[in-house]
T-cell receptor, first 112, second 112 residues
Framework: DAKTTQPPSMDCAEGRAANLPCNHS???????VYWYRQIHSQGPQYIIH???NNETNEMASLIITEDRKSSTLILPHATLRDTAVYYC?????????????FGQGTTLQVKP | GAVVSQHPSRVICKSGTSVKIECRSL??????MFWYRQFPKQSLMLMAT?????????EQGVEKDKFLINHASLTLSTLTVTSAHPEDSSFYIC????????FGPGTRLTVL
């Protein structure tokens, strides 16, 4: 699986959009970009994933650059409950039962 | 979404004793489950892959005789920390794939 690079920490004001970047310059054509988050002392939670098109669900939006070498997770209206560590992971197709390898992630602090 | 549970959520034990942690997929079957360990302020580290009906696959550096894994059924995997020592104190998390990876809430082990 391709390696990802994320900033170690970010701050965001409550109610504003949180934009979390991820670099994955060695991504392969069959690899998807996944985002998970981990709220303190809980198990990680799936957020969203995508291959090359932008994706949106009830939690977030995922913007993937045309060359697929980077992506941005957008939380449109961050709340205090969105304070967590966000992990960007690149791996092969959905439904794959393979393991997930976590990097260091980005600690997002949402401030009132 | 699919639900993965862990039991117990928290356990304190004396050095030298063994501790068993259960991971259950509540509403789906999982032939594969994963066990992770997380130390304070660090990312999740994959320990092993639990396989129903066959031996677990351990990541490099993880002692298979110390961390016993049994995938007893399609909905249950157990991790037993044998002869636990204070350095085994950690947050243990399991996951199971069901289209995406679903994670348990974690078990906090404290070895005195």
């Amino acid at each position: 699986d391709a390696k990802t690079t994320q900033p170690p920490s970010m701050d965001c004001a409550e109610g504003r959009a949180a934009n979390l970047p991820c670099n994955h310059s060695t991504i392969s054509g069959n690899e998807y970009v996944y985002w998970y988050r981990q709220i303190h002392s809980q198990g990680p939670q799936y957020i969203i994933h995508g291959l090359k098109n932008n994706e949106t669900n009830e939690m977030a939006s995922l913007i993937i650059t045309e060359d697929r070498k980077s992506s941005t997770l957008i939380l449109p209206h961050a709340t205090l409950r969105d304070t967590a560590v966000y992990y960007c992971i690149v791996r092969v197709a959905p439904g794959n039962t393979g393991k997930l390898i976590f990097g260091q992630g980005t600690t997002l602090q949402v401030k009132p | 979404g699919a639900v993965v549970s862990q039991h117990p959520s928290r356990v304190i034990c004396k050095s030298g004793t063994s501790v068993k942690i259960e991971c259950r997929s509540l509403d789906f079957q999982a032939t594969t489950m994963f066990w992770y360990r997380q130390f304070p302020k660090q990312s999740l580290m994959l320990m092993a892959t639990s396989n129903e009906g066959s031996k677990a696959t351990y990541e490099q550096g993880v002692e298979k005789d110390k961390f016993l894994i049994n995938h007893a059924s399609l909905t249950l995997s157990t991790l037993t920390v044998t002869s636990a020592h204070p350095e085994d104190s950690s947050f243990y998390i399991c996951s199971a794939p069901h289209n995406e990876q679903f994670f348990g809430p974690g078990t906090r082990l404290t070895v005195l």
